[in-house]
C-alpha cells in the first residue's frame, strides 16, 4: 500500500510515520509500527503524538494514561509546532487530575505558537487565530467528547487502577472505535481504494492541512 511504501523509502520523516499509524486498522499494528518508527525517528514529535494517542484510547489494552503523559511530553518538546500534540496533552491532564486540569496545556500551547495539525486545523475557527484561542476551543470540542464517552474512559481507568504487576488483556473489549483514537474525531482512516479516488489536491490537504494549501 501507499503508506508502507513511503515509509520504506523515506524511513528518516516523521510525518510518513505518524500518517501511516493513523491508517492501521488495529492497536496491535499500530503499536507494532510506532516502536519500529521509533529506531528510524526517535525525535519525531508527530511520531510520539501517535503513540501519545494510543495510550489515551479507552479501548485499547494499550490504555495508558501515564505512559501516554511521558510519550506527549517528548513530542512536545522535539516538535512544538505540531499543535495536535497540546490537545492530547490536554486530555492526558483531564484524565490524570480531572475536567478543569487542562491550564498546563494552554499555557504550553500558547509559549510554543504551533501551526499546524489535523486536529489543530479542525479547530482553527479563522486563518488570524492566536494559538491560546485554537486550544481553548479544541479543549471545549474535546471535553465535551470525552463527557459523550464519560463512561468508556472511566471503565478504561478503573481497568488501568486493578492493573498490579502485568499487563491487563481482556478478548471481549470493544473494538477500537476512531472517535478515541484521537481527542477530538477528527483523524480517521481511509482504505487504498479512498486514497486512490482522491484527488492530489484532497491528499495534500489531509496531509498538510488546509491552511497551506491554495488550488
Not at 71 to 86: E, I, V
Not at 157 to 173: E, F, I
Request: proline share 6%; net charge neutral; with cysteine.
Amino acid at each position: 500500500s501507499i503508506q508502507p511504501a513511503g515509509v520504506k523509502r523515506h524511513p528518516g520523516t516523521g510525518r510518513l510515520w505518524s500518517l501511516h499509524i493513523q491508517t492501521l486498522t488495529t492497536d496491535e499494528e499500530r503499536h507494532a509500527a510506532f516502536l519500529q518508527a521509533l529506531e528510524h525517528v526517535p525525535k519525531s514529535g508527530e511520531l510520539w503524538c501517535e503513540g501519545g494517542r494510543l495510550a489515551l484510547n479507552p479501548t485499547s489494552k494499550y490504555f495508558d494514561p501515564e505512559a501516554a503523559a511521558q510519550r506527549l511530553s517528548f513530542a512536545a518538546n522535539f516538535t512544538p509546532q505540531y499543535g495536535d500534540t497540546f490537545i492530547e496533552i490536554a486530555r492526558c491532564d483531564v484524565l490524570r487530575q480531572g475536567a478543569e486540569a487542562a491550564d498546563g496545556a494552554v499555557r504550553a500551547c500558547t509559549n510554543a505558537e504551533p501551526n499546524y495539525g489535523a486536529i489543530w486545523f479542525a479547530c482553527k475557527q479563522a486563518p488570524g487565530s492566536q494559538a491560546s484561542e485554537v486550544i481553548r476551543h479544541a479543549i471545549d470540542c474535546m471535553r465535551t467528547e470525552m463527557y459523550m464517552h464519560r463512561r468508556v474512559y472511566q471503565t478504561a481507568l478503573l481497568r488501568v487502577a486493578k492493573v498490579v504487576s502485568s499487563q491487563y488483556s481482556n478478548p471481549s473489549l470493544p473494538a477500537f472505535e476512531p472517535c478515541f483514537g484521537a481527542a477530538i474525531p477528527v483523524l480517521r482512516s481511509f482504505t487504498q481504494e479512498e486514497w486512490m479516488d482522491m484527488s492530489s489536491a484532497d491528499r495534500i490537504k489531509w496531509s498538510f492541512g488546509p491552511d497551506h494549501v491554495h488550488v
